[in-house]
């Protein structure tokens, strides 16, 4: 097998656990969670963040992992983490196990994102690092579409939630597997890291990235913990159960989530300052949109549709944009970008969940629609760059 193709498809695979059921498979099956352990909207932003916490402790070691053992490694561990996190969950007799299941799972994509940069910058020619970070990152689409679909047989094949985490943890372990023998090339370790290289990533020219990745770390965690269960908890989509229509969410999600593959190809179209206002305009309408009617098919599925558009394309383009300003550094600055990504995770399914206690969903949905529509305004065409400058 071709390298290029080699690395695609192995970095597809893991996105799409880890980015997939992971990820988002706590938000997705929040209905089911509270029906057998009564979890709160408190608890669960509480349960998110820390799921959240976990993806941002690994992106740390995942770095440190890429330096001592080259990129193989993380990723493989990233797996094995998912493998175990979604077992426990599948298993999970209380909250609290399920909470830790959810913690372990979530780690793995802190743990096995960042290292394709590294794996792409050693074996694959300038030419086709673009393409290739664009289809590992749309892996996750095909992650979160096939774990929707899974949520939405259960309607129709009566089979328990437990089954679906079972296979998840499964398809885990045979990514794990997929990865340490698709990754043979890229084994060799890239030598100790110099503390000066994070100083290196402090420059006028990265803020924009800074800012984007932190509001999008917020909005896209209020958006995967919460959008599924506002649908059931309003009655859900006509025709379907109402746990079964928080499914339709994540379906569409995934779906709409491959235009991902054509980010390369629009940036080049129309430039990365308008991609990235087009694509944060989205967010704030997909955001709007699930709070204002969660219970119109039409609604939810332009909802969910932009918010996998969103996602997708931010998250090759964080990839794309980190490599480009930092090309001597492209690890350490997309898990820099990962890291404040991370931030904005951990902080805003906490504060959704405890803002939608105190002043009710709508208007906590409303808030984050409108970051993301300031994070637009702010980025005028003028303050995006695409190469390093001097030090802030």
């Excluded at 009564?38 to 440190?64: D, H, N, P, R």
């Excluded at 990265?206 to 919460?226: D, E, K, Q, R």
């Excluded at 949109?289 to 998250?315: E, K, R, Y």
């Amino acid at each position: 097998m071709q390298t290029l193709t080699r690395i695609a498809s192995a970095g597809s695979a893991a996105t799409a656990i880890a980015f997939g059921p992971a990820r988002i498979g706590f938000g997705l099956f929040l209905p089911q969670f509270r029906e057998a352990f009564s979890i709160s909207t408190g608890t669960a932003g509480l349960i998110s963040s820390l799921g959240f916490a976990a993806f941002f402790l690994a992106l740390g070691c995942s770095y440190k992992l890429i330096a001592r053992a080259g990129p193989r490694v993380p990723i493989v561990i990233g797996m094995i983490a998912a493998t175990f996190g979604l077992a426990a969950v599948a298993a999970a007799p209380n909250a609290v196990v399920l909470a830790v299941g959810v913690c372990v799972a979530s780690a793995s994509a802190g743990f096995s994102w960042a290292p394709f940069n590294n794996a792409a910058q050693r074996a694959l020619y300038e030419r086709d690092r673009p393409g290739a970070l664009s289809m590992i990152s749309s892996g996750t689409a095909v992650g979160v579409l096939l774990a929707g679909l899974l949520a939405l047989s259960l309607a129709f094949f009566g089979y328990g939630w437990r089954v679906v985490w079972a296979i998840f943890a499964i398809s885990a372990a045979g990514a794990a597997l997929a990865n340490l023998l698709a990754l043979t090339d890229t084994v060799e370790p890239a030598g100790d890291v110099a503390p000066r290289e994070w100083g290196e990533l402090a420059t006028r020219s990265a803020i924009p990235l800074y800012l984007v990745a932190f509001s999008f770390g917020v909005t896209n965690g209020i958006y995967v913990t919460f959008a599924a269960d506002r649908v059931t908890e309003q009655g859900g989509l006509a025709g379907l159960p109402s746990q079964a229509s928080g499914a339709i969410v994540f379906a569409a999600y995934g779906a709409f989530g491959l235009l991902g593959l054509l980010t390369a190809r629009i940036k080049s179209a129309i430039g990365l300052s308008w991609l990235l206002r087009g694509l944060n305009i989205c967010a704030a309408l997909s955001i709007a949109i699930i709070a204002w009617a969660p219970t119109s098919w039409g609604g939810v599925i332009v909802s969910a549709g932009l918010q996998g558009i969103f996602v997708m394309m931010i998250s090759a383009v964080l990839s794309l944009w980190s490599e480009r300003l930092f090309p001597d550094l492209p690890s350490l600055s997309f898990t820099a970008a990962l890291l404040i990504t991370g931030a904005g995770n951990i902080a805003g399914p906490a504060i959704a969940g405890a803002a939608s206690s105190a002043f009710g969903t709508v208007p906590m949905f409303f808030g984050t629609a409108v970051l993301a529509l300031a994070t637009a305004l702010v980025l005028k065409p003028g303050i995006i760059r695409e190469k390093a400058s001097t030090t802030a």
